[in-house]
């Protein structure tokens, strides 16, 4: 999922978008696995004990199921699906949310900082958290869990070099 073309400016290109790191689904992936599986053997088990003809502890068995489903893995796969980060040559633009769509947009030649974080784990999978400060009176952007950390770093780095470049020149 890229930036829109609509949401664009003149003259600017996508160079790269990204999510963070697939581990973040490691724990909706699991609850999947371990409730798919509860809730099948409980149903089936269940199917034998009927109140008034009807197998409603089977259904209410499933229902319970389907709902843990929903808030355990549905809703965090969207959520990390929806939750994008794309740099342009002009500038970094986060956008998150499912329902609500929000996000913070940063022009390359007001970032004055851009550095990255890795700990024992993300050096194991290969991401880390990007961190940029800008002009602003606001905290620095960090995004978080980034694959490819070091490359998203070498072209954030080399994007607003020459977008100073490119200011100081006008």
């Known amino acids: 999922m890229t930036l829109p073309r609509k949401l664009m400016i003149d003259g600017e290109q996508t160079v790269m978008t990204t999510r963070t790191h697939v581990k973040a689904l490691l724990v909706p992936v699991i609850i999947l696995m371990v409730v798919s599986a ?13 109140w008034g003809g009807r197998p409603i502890l089977m259904w209410l068995i499933i229902v319970f199921s389907l709902v843990l489903l929903l808030l355990g893995s549905v809703i965090p796969f969207l959520r990390w699906y929806l939750w994008t980060y794309t740099l342009t040559n002009k500038r970094i633009v986060e956008q998150r949310g499912i329902l609500t769509r929000s996000g913070r947009v940063i ?5 004055n900082d851009v550095a990255f974080e890795k700990n024992l784990n993300d050096r194991i999978l290969g991401s880390g958290t990007l961190v940029i400060h800008d002009a602003s009176e606001q905290p620095g952007l960090e995004l978080h869990d980034i694959p490819r950390i070091e490359d998203m770093h070498r072209t954030v780095t080399t994007l607003v070099d020459a977008a100073h470049a490119d200011s100081e020149s006008i």
């Open 38 to 50: 509860a809730g099948s053997f409980l149903a089936a088990t269940s199917s034998g004990y009927l």
């Open 107 to 111: 022009p390359l030649n007001r970032i």
